[in-house]
């Protein structure tokens, strides 16, 4: 995540036969460079580092000799609200206005979206909506009702943009999602209390709260059951722990995963269909997995040169898994032939130039999601996988790494648009920051979507959503006064929650308080920000 700067992710990271990878790797560069690069002082660093207690001064040796110790901690804790808030308001992450779509041309996804959203339907170039209602009057539509294409290019016209509900917290709220079905909602906080939301029926009511337990620092990263009837939450802990979400007593067990480092985290888990295994990323590097039948770790995979931030099932069927660390590697996994004894991933995704942060399936095994400390949302096809030259030049882009993503500014390298060599990915997203935590993004859904967007967090307190095809950003949230950490929408209803480390909970639906033409046009088609009007600031929403 985490536990490591950027630049020991990519200076001093391991392998798998346990040495350890030169640092700096030969690489020159020039005083001019590096002061460009420095954009924070490094004296408020060393206070920062001080008054956190990761180092400590001590008396050397002669009159005048002071030495600076680092101090192990058990905490993870990567910025406090002063430094942090600092960093937020001068940070600006850069929008790309001309995303390059060539690898979309001719890849299969353009034409699953298009019949996921109704625009393949031939002989139909009006798309507004009242054409769509006048056809389906007429009898003109399938079965003379809207087909679910034509129900998600209808739903696109409506996205989030009121802020309708808050739940405050003491301390910062990480982690946030929906339940499959999208009967519940739950919140991991600081305090070290989940938090339970029935949504049937359109509601969002806390109807729970239960004290997680042996928790070191933060509550890292929570899931649903895929029945919906239990929970699982894992933080600096050699334990995930699994509870009960109906009944009159609180049960919690502890799933034992048996690491052999001493200071232990589960960054992201997940759930498999069928309920039987729980996949955990961790920050020694490895896959673990732990099956609810046998109650115990059946798998330690050496995955990952470094901290092992994010993991996710390629589908229901659960055959395929994807991993993602601060090597700034994606790796494909077949689970069936997953040994041990020899940790060979079935294909890499190489192309950014820092650590990833978050993975996301489409829930197809073949398309998903990376966000990355590089700032930047990749979009990969597991079919076309880097070769050597890709997982070279990522490797040596993250060496060259010299800052701390958690309370340092982005350098100006960081946000450079060129594509490293051998990048096998379709699309790259700009116009998100990411800084301070593991900030999580995700497609839209695919009932009420079609899955036409991606959505993300944002440092600067920002919920960013883009456009999939076109890379544009469709909307902007903008209610938090800190970094927003997760963010997830419901997989029927038009509703997002973002989770903040201001301590708030929102939840965003879409209002109309008067008749706006451009609400009944395709937000491609909305006009730039220099022909538009002004949005009420009450909405707490942007389009740019």
């Excluded at 917290?169 to 919140?187: P, T």
């Excluded at 390629?314 to 700034?328: E, L, Y």
């Excluded at 197809?364 to 070769?387: C, E, H, P, V």
Aim: with cysteine; glycine share 8%; hydrophobic share 30%.
């Amino acid at each position: 995540m985490g536990s490591r700067s950027s630049s020991n992710a990519g200076s001093g990271g391991r392998d798998r036969q346990g040495s350890w990878l030169p640092r700096d790797s030969g690489v020159l560069r020039s005083e001019e460079e590096d002061d460009e690069d420095e954009d924070v002082d490094l004296a408020q660093v060393l206070a920062y580092l001080l008054r956190r207690g990761q180092f400590h001064l001590m008396q050397g040796g002669g009159a005048a000799s002071v030495q600076v110790v680092h101090a192990l901690s058990d905490s993870d804790d990567d910025s406090d609200s002063a430094w942090e808030g600092r960093l937020g308001d001068q940070y600006k992450p850069t929008v790309d206005l001309t995303p390059d779509t060539r690898g979309l041309e001719n890849n299969e996804i353009r034409t699953r979206i298009q019949l996921a959203t109704g625009r393949l339907r031939p002989g139909r170039t009006d798309r507004s909506i009242p054409k769509l209602l006048c056809q389906r009057e007429r009898g003109l539509c399938h079965n003379s009702s809207f087909s679910p294409g034509e129900c998600s290019r209808v739903v696109s016209h409506f996205l989030p943009n009121y802020l309708t509900f808050t739940d405050s917290y003491s301390q910062k709220a990480f982690c946030g999602i929906y339940s499959r079905d999208g009967q519940l909602f739950m919140s991991a906080c600081q305090d070290q209390t989940i938090r339970l939301y029935n949504c049937s029926y359109g509601a969002f009511r806390k109807f729970k709260s239960i004290k997680a337990r042996d928790v070191g620092w933060s509550v890292l990263d929570v899931a649903f059951t895929p029945d919906g009837a239990h929970f699982l939450y894992s933080s600096w802990s050699n334990y995930i722990h699994i509870g009960n979400i109906y009944g009159e007593s609180d049960t919690h067990t502890a799933l034992d995963l048996r690491p052999e480092e001493r200071r232990f985290a589960v960054f992201s888990l997940t759930v498999s269909s069928d309920g039987r295994e729980v996949l955990g990323g961790a920050n020694d590097g490895c896959i673990y997995i732990f099956d609810m039948e046998q109650k115990k770790r059946t798998l330690k995979i050496e995955s990952h040169e470094d901290d092992v931030n994010a993991v996710a099932f390629a589908d229901n069927s659960s055959h395929i898994v994807f991993s993602g660390g601060d090597d700034a590697i994606c790796k494909v996994w077949d689970r069936r032939t997953m040994r041990e004894g020899d940790p060979k991933p079935v294909g890499i995704l190489a192309g950014h130039r820092d650590g990833i942060t978050f993975i996301d399936s489409k829930g197809d095994a073949r398309y998903l999601l990376s966000n990355s400390k590089d700032q930047t949302i990749k979009l990969w096809d597991m079919r076309k996988f880097s070769g050597r030259e890709g997982l070279e030049a990522s490797r040596q882009a993250v060496t060259q790494q010299n800052w701390d993503y958690r309370w340092q500014q982005v350098p100006k390298k960081a946000q450079r648009k060129a594509k490293l060599p051998g990048d096998s990915s379709l699309m790259t997203y700009r116009g998100h920051g990411v800084l301070h935590t593991l900030i999580r993004c995700r497609f839209s859904p695919a009932h009420s979507t079609g899955q036409q967007y991606i959505y993300s967090g944002c440092s600067t307190g920002k919920v960013v959503v883009y456009d999939l095809l076109s890379g544009h950003i469709v909307k902007k949230l903008t209610e938090h006064r800190a970094c927003v950490r997760d963010v997830s929408w419901h997989p029927y209803e038009e509703k997002i929650v973002s989770s903040s480390w201001d301590g708030n909970l929102r939840l965003w639906e879409y209002r109309q308080t008067e008749y706006d033409e451009d609400a009944f046009r395709h937000p491609q088609q909305l006009p730039s920000n220099r022909e538009s009007r002004p949005k009420s600031s009450s909405f707490g929403v942007s389009d740019q």
